[in-house]
């Protein structure tokens, strides 16, 4: 008798998969590739049409099928807020709170529901998302709270804060993230880096202007002397509500250009801008997993990330940690942090090394694994 794992992997399927879209995909692969004897994986999905049922199986060599909802994404969210147990059944692993929650006899039954919540942002910082993303994120996870089997967390952060909002009990499990499959080197690194206007020397950072992305004070950090005026170059949209990066630039009297959107980039560019870096620059205020730490880990370049206790985690010493409180004073530690890393080449070697071996944690099959295991223990 085969037991099937049901993984719903519509978020891959969305306008802007996002950072759920590549989690989603990139666990789903290892759990297809690690699936214990006699167990497969299959995957839920929206209403979507016949082209997008195509790509999702091709992306996902292996999926044992792939139910179709008779309802359209919008809808079946709808559905799934309010407990109908819509293309519901069986063992299901959500890599987001987009799951049936419903209340169901995980023995009698055989239905055994696990959700992930990447984040406290909801709670803590409900204005980067819209009203109703927040209110969702919100009324799912109260759901989680009545009806999941167990809660995947990225990080002991993340389940130490999600503990102030909703008590979960010992049904939450710690499994984080790794460097996607697809961050590699385009064939032609120099002819790409051309086509890129990238300098020889430059920060980097990736975030939106949104005040939790910490980008507004890296910018102000540019006008101190520790950085070298070197440029900055910002993986993501140029601008965040009614501000863009050239007038935050500006306003802190940094020289035009200097401050260069480089917007959503290919992964093959992602790992090139990565590896050609300078300082990989991270000053998010608040993060559940900080994925671009561990990226630029990989890539081979000096970190330089706030102390948001995730970061930390991830980050484990390999990485300048810089104090995020007293704003006033936050670009002056940030600078002195950069200017720190270029002015001392044996320490920014230590850095690269202690990157590279911490980045040998994270591992998509690793994940993977520890997912089959928690659907065994239930």
Not at 104 to 122: R, Y
């Amino acid at each position: 008798m085969t037991t099937t794992l049901r993984v719903i992997v519509d978020q891959m399927a969305g306008r802007v998969p996002g950072g759920i879209g590549r989690y989603t995909e990139e666990l789903t692969r290892q759990l297809i590739a690690t699936a214990p004897r006699d167990c497969d994986v299959e995957g839920i999905v929206s209403a979507v049409s016949p082209s997008v049922v195509d790509d999702l199986t091709r992306r996902l060599p292996g999926l044992a099928g792939l139910s179709r909802s008779r309802l359209p994404r919008r809808e079946l969210a709808a559905a799934w807020r309010l407990g109908l147990p819509a293309a519901a059944g069986g063992m299901i692993h959500a890599p987001s709170l987009l799951a049936p929650l419903y209340g169901h006899d995980p023995v009698n039954d055989a239905t055994q529901v696990v959700v992930t919540i990447h984040d406290v942002v909801p709670w803590t910082h409900p204005e980067t998302l819209s009203s109703h993303g927040a209110r969702w994120h919100r009324a799912m996870a109260r759901r989680a709270r009545r009806h999941a089997d167990a809660v995947v967390v990225p990080t002991h952060a993340v389940a130490e804060q999600l503990a102030e909002y909703l008590d979960f009990g010992d049904r939450v499990r710690v499994i984080g993230g790794a460097v996607g499959s697809t961050i590699v080197l385009p064939p032609d690194p120099d002819a790409r880096a051309a086509d890129l206007d990238l300098p020889a020397d430059f920060l980097l950072s990736v975030g939106t202007l949104e005040p939790r992305k910490g980008i507004a004070p890296l910018i102000r950090a540019l006008a101190r002397p520790e950085t070298r005026d070197l440029p900055l170059l910002v993986v993501g949209p140029q601008g965040w509500g009614d501000l863009d990066l050239a007038q935050v630039a500006d306003d802190a009297g940094i020289a035009p250009g200097r401050v260069r959107s480089l917007g959503f980039l290919s992964d093959t560019d992602l790992a090139l801008v990565l590896q050609r870096a300078t300082v990989f620059v991270y000053p998010s205020l608040a993060e559940g997993f900080g994925l671009p730490i561990i990226e630029a880990f990989s890539a081979g370049t000096p970190v330089v990330h706030s102390d948001a206790p995730a970061l930390v985690e991830v980050g484990a010493s390999a990485g300048v940690v810089v104090e995020r409180h007293d704003a006033e004073g936050y670009p002056e530690r940030l600078a002195d942090a950069i200017g720190r890393l270029l002015d001392d080449r044996d320490l920014r070697e230590r850095y690269i090394t202690a990157g590279s071996d911490r980045v040998r944690a994270f591992s998509w099959r690793d994940s993977a694994e520890r997912v089959w295991q928690l659907h065994a223990d239930l």
